[in-house]
């Protein structure tokens, strides 16, 4: 058996999804074909319309209590989502923050690097320089070490040359000179014979 405000919902439902139920409430609700209670307490439309209008409304605290968790869900929902936009924000900064600090490091590293590069760049220079500067004092000792060698060879055989000359020279002389005088106390006595003169060591021999 249904009671009255179930009677009321069913009409409520019937009035909203089929066209048998007529529009003028005045009209008997029995003739759409469906009875809701049975055929002994079938009541008639004036119960339907008193129980209708006696039928308690819905609360204001329910409602609104309804309304306000609706809107707590919704402000929950946008403080998510402000957070989650803060978060986003956050996270950004953080990340633009860090290439940034990332970009500054590689900067400084580049200028590091150039001026690594130029003093290399400079050394190689100085160093070539120097090579340079080192090949022309070789190329000069070299060429005072051939001639200074040549100036020996050339004095070496002027030396050999005189040497020679003087051994000549002295040959020629000694073929050209007469032979050597006798000396002087063999030279005496021969005189003396040669005057008619007999020496006394040679007279007391003699006689």
């Known amino acids: 058996m249904l009671s009255v405000h179930e009677a009321l919902d069913l009409v409520d439902f019937a009035a909203g999804t ?12 029995i003739t759409c074909g469906f009875t809701p209670w049975g055929a002994d307490t079938c009541p008639s439309l004036d119960q ?30 946008q403080e998510r989502r402000r957070r989650r936009k803060e978060s986003n924000r956050l996270s950004a900064r953080r990340s633009r923050e860090r290439k940034q600090q990332r970009l500054e490091e590689l900067r400084g590293e580049v200028a590091r690097l150039r001026a690594e590069r130029q003093g290399l760049e400079s050394w190689l220079h100085a160093l070539a320089r120097r ?23 050339a004095a070496e055989a002027r030396r050999r040359t005189i040497a020679l000359r003087r051994r000549l020279l002295a ?6 000179l007469p032979p050597p005088q006798q000396p002087m106390m063999m030279m005496a006595p021969m005189q003396q014979q040669a005057a008619g ?11």
């Open 131 to 153: 090579g340079a500067a080192v090949c022309r004092q070789n190329a000069r000792l070299r060429a005072e070490a051939a001639a200074l060698e040549s100036r020996l060879r």
């Open 18 to 29: 089929s066209s048998c139920v007529p529009r003028d409430l005045g009209m008997d609700i």
């Open 171 to 176: 040959v020629q002389q000694a073929a050209l």
């Open 197 to 207: 003169v007999t020496p006394l060591g040679l007279a007391s021999l003699m006689t």
């Open 48 to 77: 339907v319309m008193a129980a209708s209008s006696r039928a308690p409304a819905p609360e204001a605290a329910e409602v609104g209590d309804q309304a306000e968790a609706a809107g707590g869900a919704v402000e929950e929902e």
